[in-house]
């Protein structure tokens, strides 16, 4: 059963933006913590950004001031918007909910970005 579907990633030169997108299938979004992660070739899988279903956010260090966690609850979607994006953020990026009512974790399958010129 295919629960959280990532789209938007792809090839994007140095500089520029994508801005990935994270569909759940269920009711279980609105209350749950949505995620970002990401994993490089021979790469542990790190946490990129997460919000809370009230709108709080977190990012890692090293995507502050460029990227920027959302979410539609109406939707059910999560986003992640990519600005100025550098070589270094090449990897596959996976969503993640993580509900706070139950103890339940969704992971969806990843979708590539590659920045490079």
């Known amino acids: 059963q295919v629960q959280l579907v990532e789209s938007g990633g792809g090839l994007v030169q140095p500089g520029g933006s994508l801005r990935l997108s994270c569909g759940a299938s269920?009711?279980?979004?609105?209350?749950?913590?949505m995620g970002w992660y990401r994993q490089a070739p021979g790469k542990q899988r790190d946490l990129v950004a997460t919000?809370?279903?009230?709108?709080?956010?977190d990012y890692t260090d090293s995507v502050k001031g460029r990227f920027t966690i959302s979410r539609d609850n109406a939707k059910n979607t999560a986003y992640l918007q990519m600005n100025s994006l550098k070589p270094e953020d090449t990897a596959v990026y996976y969503c993640?909910?993580?509900?706070?009512?139950?103890?339940?974790?969704?992971w969806g399958q990843g979708t590539q970005v590659t920045v490079s010129s």
């Open positions: 993640n909910a993580r509900t706070v009512d139950v103890n339940r974790t969704y």
């Open positions: 269920g009711n279980f979004f609105s209350r749950s913590v």
């Open positions: 919000i809370s279903r009230f709108g709080l956010t």
